[in-house]
């Protein structure tokens, strides 16, 4: 989860903005789901695949800081911990849900505590360096379960970091200590065991560029993704499971927020556009196995701060601004994931959780590519082995009459996805095996005179 502290109002008044955004109104289906007792902020969110809810936010009474957590299971109601044992005169940054018993929560002073029965008792786990480091973030894998990355940054200098992995849901953990240069942590995004991206700001005022900092191989080594020069941080980034197609934002004091789009990986970022409001985000979500995303933050509209949560259904290409009832406090977190094919989502004002229920799932054909590939290529399905959903992606260089067809190993075949003419671009197709025994199949494209085919694992 983000780290946003007590002071999310800073992130407030950044932005200039020009047109990307459909700024028609859609009615919302964000529904008040919980308010938060006097004097309590809820700052944190996360969603358990299971539908169980984390929050995280703390209570101030006589300048003594409480840690508050907040668990809701499936069909109950929330419940409210107050009296724990975590210390108090500290601010809880960030916080990751592993099942309805145990989650890890993240300070201010770079220690790290888990929880095993419901957030009642919390033990200390990590120390990375109280007083000194800050825990950005706490990251758990929606593919790989098991394995969880906390991130720890010096906020203010000198430059230092701390990165900690688990792949044994944080009993144990290996250490990695990164030169990132003169920079600091923000959020992070894990999309499985081995990708991980990590958002940076610079210390200092001349910063040579925005820079995120990404591995491909669970943290062993790290690349950076350098963009705008000049520019302070990047406030955002997510990457869809596919590990390819991801989206930043970067920020500038009293300059527009920058959304941009990489994809591959992060290497490159192409499509520099900014949002036609005074708005500035705080967070970015991408549904699994859909073409949907929110962006949850806070804008200044005719002198007034309002709540916004944005969605598109194309990638990110496109944002529709959806109605928020409620304006009490600030957008500070979101949450969304998928469940039988549903997306339940949740976003916190501080003071009030709000809920949604869409239905709004995108599947079949996407094409979200900006740049022409220059080339015919078919890539390996993600996930793979999969169970029971896999994304099938190929690249057209030219507009072109498409059939793709899934085979099993005796040539019979199984399912027929594609068949018509599709533009050129990087088109992106799902494959629900529900239906079928596990096993291996084959999938092959054609269009007439190229013919490409790829092995695949369905493991139920």
Known sequence: MKYLGKNTIVILFCIILSSLINTIV????????YSTSPGCIMQNISIVDTGTIWALGYSSFNMWDTAVTYIKLPGQ??????????????????IAGIDSDSAIVGSEFGKVYKTTNRGYNWSEILNAGENTYVVNAIEFSRQQRNTGYVFCSRPYGPAGFKIYKTTDLGNTWQMFTPNFGNYYGITACVTDSIHVWYSLGCITSNCPSVRIAYTTNGGLSWLFSDREPGRRLSNAVTF????LYGISFSHLNNTSEIMSYSHNGGLNWTGQFAFP???????LVSVPASTVWY?????LDSNNILNHIYKSTDEGLHWTDMTFESNNGLVTDLEAVKLSGKIYAWSSTGVEIFKLIDTAVVIGVNNSEINVPSAYFLHQNYPNPFNPITTISFDLPENSYVTLKIFDLTGREIANLADGSLTSGTHKIE????????????????DGEYIMRKKMVLLK
């Open 26 to 33: 859609v009615e919302s289906q964000w529904e008040h789901d």
């Open 77 to 94: 109601y929330w419940e409210t911990h107050f009296w724990n044992d975590l210390p108090q005169q500290t601010i809880y940054t960030s």
């Open 295 to 299: 962006l949850g933050g806070v804008g």
């Open 431 to 446: 494959f629900d095996g529900t239906g079928i025994a596990s096993g291996i199949y084959f999938y092959v494209i054609t």
């Open 240 to 243: 869809k499971d596919d590990n």
């Open 277 to 283: 409001v005074n708005f500035s985000p705080s967070s």
